[in-house]
């Protein structure tokens, strides 16, 4: 069986819209896999560990920065998400002279969208209030201290929580679940990390018959399995498929796989920031 980057499928589907998208995915469990023609969109290479030496934050010219606004460490009933309005860096400790552990873009790298950050933390030092936030990158459950001024942030009252095992994905407000799907999950040699991570973006595909159907939410997660492939990272995603047949399956490289119906109602409830549990 030929090992399929989501990377290299998503460009092939969608080269203008979301060119160079990188995820971790197989075509099928038991049939033959998709292998779309190869593209001349260029896939993103990981992001490089370590980082290059961060510049000072500078304001964009295109989006002013706004006084600083309200936030909170992010609880089980609610989280709080910042969305970076300038390219920032990100800290093991928050102050100016914390190491610099990424610096972040205010474009996503992957659908070229808006950057939202979850906030696991808030601490003024010295007057300058800063926020702990959960970046993207490996290893899983990375965290960086950043000027909240960087931000302007909202609260968000829903999460999700995914059960490996039972192969769900149900959406709760509090301790309300207001939706439960069936979902595909990774195969027991490419399992689906399990852990509290976040939604990175939400992706329109713009094909609904596309192999990661019409919406694709890329999470804070990577599989402890594959670190590179097929010009893929390894990173982990909610999504559509082609092959509704196979969901409530161990199936995938990693990510979860949704009815195209039902990740279309996911995408309108759930935002970016919002935080995704997967256990089982």
Not at 38 to 59: E, G, N, Q
Not at 67 to 96: D, E, F, K, Y
Not at 117 to 137: D, F, N
Request: charged fraction near 15%; charge should be positive.
């Amino acid at each position: 069986m030929r090992h399929i980057s989501l990377f290299v499928v998503l460009a092939a589907a969608f080269v203008v819209a979301i060119p160079g998208l990188a995820l971790a995915d197989e075509g099928t469990g038991t049939t033959p896999s998709y292998d779309p023609a190869p593209t001349t969109s260029a896939p993103i290479a990981p992001d490089p560990d370590p980082v290059p030496t961060p510049t000072t934050s500078t304001p964009s010219k295109a989006v002013p920065v706004p006084p600083p606004s309200r936030v909170a460490a992010s609880t089980r009933a609610s989280t709080w998400a910042g969305l970076l309005l300038v390219t920032s860096t990100a800290r093991a400790m928050p102050g100016p002279g914390g190491k610099p552990i990424k610096l972040v873009q205010p474009i996503s790298p992957l659908g070229a969208g808006p950057v939202w950050l979850q906030v696991r933390g808030v601490k003024i030092v010295r007057g300058v209030r800063w926020v702990q936030m959960l970046l993207p990158v490996r290893p899983n459950n990375t965290m960086g201290w950043m000027r909240a001024t960087d931000f302007i942030f909202r609260e968000i009252h829903l999460r999700i929580d995914i059960d490996v095992g039972a192969r769900t994905l149900a959406l709760y407000r509090g301790g309300t679940r207001l939706k439960l799907f069936k979902v595909a999950v990774g195969m027991p040699t490419t399992p689906t990390p399990t852990g509290r991570f976040a939604i990175a973006e939400v992706i329109p595909t713009g094909d609904p018959k596309a192999f990661l159907g019409p919406i694709v939410m890329p999470l804070t997660a990577y599989s402890n399995v594959l670190n590179e492939f097929a010009g893929g990272n390894g990173r982990v995603a909610i999504h559509g498929t082609s092959l509704p047949d196979l969901i409530g399956k161990p199936v995938s490289h990693g990510c979860i796989r949704m009815h195209n119906a039902n990740v279309r109602v996911l995408s309108r409830m759930a935002s970016s920031g919002a935080t995704v549990t997967i256990h089982g």
